[in-house]
């Protein structure tokens, strides 16, 4: 799949690491703005959800709930029902934590931006993950940085995450294009932000791998409003910024039907990839807002860490 940017011939060529470290740099210059935009659009989305507690062993309570002939008596809370007509036992939350990786690419082509969109793919894709980070801490969840950054469950992780970030945007492990290989544990889940537009075989097998494990995926194809719709008229250069390599149409609104007929080709060779893993896809434009996939995505890490609590409760085995 061609990944393009709009460059002049001057400026075209394969990007060196002194290009990639400025880059990082400036990144981690927007990361404080990125990072107050990410909390502001965590807590807009949070109000928009229910809290993923749930009854289980565990020390904190959570509620009350009217006796059941299966319960044990030990449950009865005899004060509530001192004071009620029916019986009462006393709920605690289950407290085992699910654990997410996420991984963002940072990768030259994530550096796109057209006129028709506020930011770059690159910063959408860090925005977005550090505002899932943001709320799966505050779920109780672990979230870590793929390849990067051990998981945890500090109310701090989203802020570590940006650390991170800054610290080694331009190394393999986040600008390499393609999610770092990675045993995972079992039944733990993942989420990779990134355009996706490698070759879908080269996809695939780096997909197959991080599937092993039981884990579950969860895959945000981040695009420019632009590349979906290749809105240019006239002579264009296109320029590939992962290789450097340029390309000059003459008509480029004469590539538009053969253009997006290919993009959902891959599109659909995407679906298809994860459909066989058991994985979700969305796809996201960076002149929406951020807010659209989160809640979507939230929803879905909700139902797997259900099946991750069933699972370490004894049903199919410990992870």
Request: aromatic fraction near 6%.
């Amino acid at each position: 799949m061609i990944r393009f940017t709009r460059q002049t011939a001057a400026t075209a060529g394969s990007p060196t690491f002194t290009a990639l470290e400025a880059a990082s740099h400036e990144l981690a210059d927007r990361l404080p703005d990125l990072m107050i935009e990410a909390q502001r659009i965590a807590h807009t989305v949070a109000h928009g959800i229910h809290g993923r507690r749930r009854a289980g062993p565990g020390e904190t309570f959570w509620q009350f709930r009217q006796y059941q002939p299966n319960d044990s008596t030990t449950l009865i809370d005899w004060r509530r029902t001192a004071s009620a007509t029916h019986v009462y036992v006393r709920e605690r939350e289950w407290e085992a934590a699910h654990t997410v990786w996420l991984w963002p690419d940072l990768s030259p082509s994530m550096n796109y931006s057209s006129a028709l969109a506020p930011m770059t793919k690159r910063d959408r894709a860090v925005i977005l993950t550090l505002a899932i980070a943001e709320l799966l801490v505050r779920g109780g969840e672990r979230a870590g940085l793929l390849g990067v950054m051990p998981p945890t469950a500090s109310r701090r992780a989203s802020r570590r995450i940006a650390e991170a970030i800054a610290v080694h945007g331009h190394e393999a492990a986040l600008a390499g294009g393609l999610p770092p290989s990675a045993r995972l544990s079992n039944f733990s889940g993942l989420i990779l932000i990134s355009d996706f537009l490698d070759p879908l075989d080269v996809i695939a097998e780096r997909l197959k791998k991080l599937g092993s494990s039981h884990v579950t995926g969860h895959l945000i194809q981040v695009l420019d409003p632009s590349e979906e719709s290749l809105p240019f008229t006239g002579r264009m250069e296109f320029v590939d910024p992962e290789d450097g390599e340029h390309w000059i149409a003459d008509r480029a609104e004469s590539l538009r039907e053969r253009y997006q007929a290919k993009l959902n080709a891959h599109r659909d060779g995407l679906r298809e990839i994860t459909r066989r893993l058991g994985w979700s896809m969305m796809v996201h434009h960076t002149d929406r807002p951020a807010s659209e996939p989160l809640l979507n995505l939230i929803m879905q890490l909700q139902q797997g860490a259900a099946s991750y609590r069933w699972q370490t409760a004894g049903v199919g085995g410990a992870p």
